[in-house]
């Protein structure tokens, strides 16, 4: 798990940055010289300034309403005006068509996110510092929201507003309208075509701020927190989360993303993204599911309302998901952690109960499964070390509002495969079709493929008791009963704690428990060993250390015939 500090809260933050150098108003001769600047206003008496502002840097700029101008401030080629709104100190700002604040704009803060159904009735209420975790609750637990948080949540919005200003330090330059948008410190934007009711959060030391929108950027109704968005995004009710880059004209509504998914070219609508959603091409749809750590192919297609009632139908493909290019899924439906999805799969599938799998998409849009193929994959233990390896959140000083366990084995992938072992040999004693296949939950098996994945999901078990016991013996069971657990938007708990959660009504104290299990993760998950697993497994704790060689051994073989295989493609292809 990895070690996560929480140092400051975003009005914590804000309080760091105290208002503009004591200000006055302007002299007749400071106005006068303002004026043969190019610069206007119906009403001086209201344009405020630091002592230390230079008026020589403020040219052909329109004032409207209450202004207040900070020290070192360059403001140049405003024609639209600046309206109502707070300039502090070292501010740049050059070439904007225009900046307002409306009284009592939010700048974002409190926007609905109409995630995975689209209808509204699975909603994230956005504001800086929301964490994965929390976003998971809302949309997946919409009754926690609606009827325990919704009493107290406009008090804790009100706690994270976003002030009507220009940050320090923060650069604005050759952009259109910006319209109740909060520039947070030393945030740069550059570019963009229009911004609408927005937050653009910085919370990184001074050199290394991640906040950044560029050229092109159509936003409206979002908060990008410590992220990126860049060359021709258009952005509808999304929240950007730390690290996050969306770029090449992605486009997107009513969808989340969170610390460090990438989004390029294609289109997300309606979407949870989890840590490390990657999706990089043209023609990818993104559509109604959460998703997480996942690798979208190129033209990824998902459906969700099959022209009936609307787009009430959601997915979710669990952690570590990969689809091929062309793949389409119809939903809903539930993908297993860490497998890979192929062709075309119109039967509504749910596999979670078979982790690690690759799901064929047949002629006539049914799912083939051959559970348990993923664990051989050399890319599998690759994408474990790569991923802490791509955090771009770190070394930048900023509170990491997303707590992420890295592991591929763990305890909730570890308990699915248990209960797959289960199911497995119950349905090896039904009978075959004609066809040769095994029929489970609208999907099909071949009797070799179930056999096969007994074996490897057994080595993958001792893999994980390798990784996490060593040479130890196993934890003495208490008396409590093992539960099963959850991925909670990339954060592993057990799922009593989630119950506990859940019975919160202070988001305050959610995140509060949901620190203590990050920081407990390992004492939790020995509980959990020493309770999940009986006498069999005690019986063979001889057997781990052969059965955890056995395993690797088989990721060095699928290694192997890889660069084999891009051996004879090279050679294929010299000259």
């Given at each position: ?27 007749w ?49 405003v ?5 109502n ?14 900046i ?43 009754s ?22 220009i ?63 860049d ?28 610390a ?10 309606a ?51 990969k ?101 497995i ?9 004609d ?20 074996y ?8 994980y ?14 008396d409590?009963?093992?539960g ?18 859940l ?9 509060e ?22 006498d069999w497994?005690?019986?063979h ?16 073989e ?8 891009i ?9």
């Open positions: 798990m990895t070690q996560i500090n929480y140092p400051a809260s975003p009005e914590e933050i804000l309080s760091e940055n105290p208002p503009c150098a004591t200000t006055r108003k302007l002299k001769w400071e106005i006068d010289s303002l004026e043969r600047q190019g610069c206007s206003c119906p009403d001086w008496s209201l344009i405020s300034i630091a002592d230390d502002a230079c008026l020589k840097q403020i040219r052909n700029v329109h004032f409207e309403g209450k202004v207040e101008i900070g020290a070192d401030v360059v403001i140049r080629n024609p639209g005006g600046i309206s709104c707070r300039i502090r100190d070292g501010v740049k700002i050059e070439n904007v068509a225009r307002e604040f409306q009284q009592e704009a939010p700048c974002g803060v409190g926007i609905t996110i109409a995630t995975l159904d689209e209808t509204g009735s699975r909603p994230i209420v956005a504001y800086p510092g929301i964490s994965s975790q929390i976003a998971t609750l809302m949309t997946r637990v919409p926690w929201i609606e009827h325990d948080i919704s009493p107290y949540l406009q008090d804790f919005l009100d706690s994270k507003a976003s002030p009507h200003e940050g320090e330090g923060a650069i604005v330059r050759d952009c259109g309208v910006l319209l109740n948008v909060s520039v947070w410190p030393r945030v740069r934007i550059e570019g963009a075509r229009s911004l609408v009711n927005g937050s653009v959060v910085n919370n990184a030391a001074p050199g290394r701020e991640l906040a950044y929108i560029g050229s092109g950027v159509d936003a409206k109704n979002f908060i990008l927190e410590d992220g990126k968005i060359s021709g995004c258009i952005i509808r009710n999304c929240y950007v989360g730390q690290g996050v880059e969306l770029e090449k004209g992605f486009t997107a509504h009513d969808s989340a993303f969170f460090n998914c990438s989004f390029e070219n294609g289109e997300a609508c979407v949870l993204a989890g840590p490390y959603s990657v999706s990089m091409h043209k023609a990818s749809l993104i559509i109604g599911c959460q998703i997480s750590f996942m690798n979208a192919g190129s033209a990824t297609n998902e459906s969700n309302h099959m022209y009936k009632l609307g787009p009430v139908h959601w997915g979710v493909l669990e952690r570590g998901v689809t091929s290019s062309g793949a389409y899924i119809m939903l809903g439906a539930k993908i297993g952690a860490f497998s890979l999805v192929m062709g075309q799969h119109k039967t509504h599938p749910d596999s979670s109960a078979f982790p690690f799998s690759y799901l064929f998409g047949d002629e006539r849009g049914a799912t083939v499964v051959v559970p348990a193929a993923m664990l051989r994959s050399c890319g599998l233990m690759r994408d474990e070390q790569k991923w802490p390896n791509r955090d771009r959140r770190l070394k930048r000083k900023l509170p990491l509002h997303d707590r992420i366990n890295f592991n591929v084995l763990n305890p909730f992938t570890v308990d699915s495969m248990l209960s797959a072992i289960d199911t040999s119950e349905l090896l004693n039904e009978p075959v079709f066809d040769l296949y095994i029929r489970h939950k609208g999907m099909k098996f071949t009797r070799a493929a179930l056999e096969r994945a007994k490897l999901y057994t080595l993958a078990i001792y893999k008791f390798s990784l996490t016991l060593g040479d130890k013996p196993f934890p003495p069971a208490s409590k009963k093992a099963s657990w959850v991925d909670l938007g990339g954060q592993i708990i057990p799922r009593s704690l989630l119950e506990e959660i019975a919160k009504d202070d988001i305050n104290e959610a995140e428990l949901l620190n203590e299990a990050a920081a407990n993760y390992d004492e939790l998950q020995m509980e959990w060993i020493g309770n999940r697993f009986g497994w005690h019986s704790h001889q057997d781990i250390p052969s059965g955890a060689r056995q395993f690797d051994e088989l990721v060095a699928d290694r192997q015939e890889y660069i084999d295989a051996a004879r493609e090279t050679r294929m292809l010299n000259l």
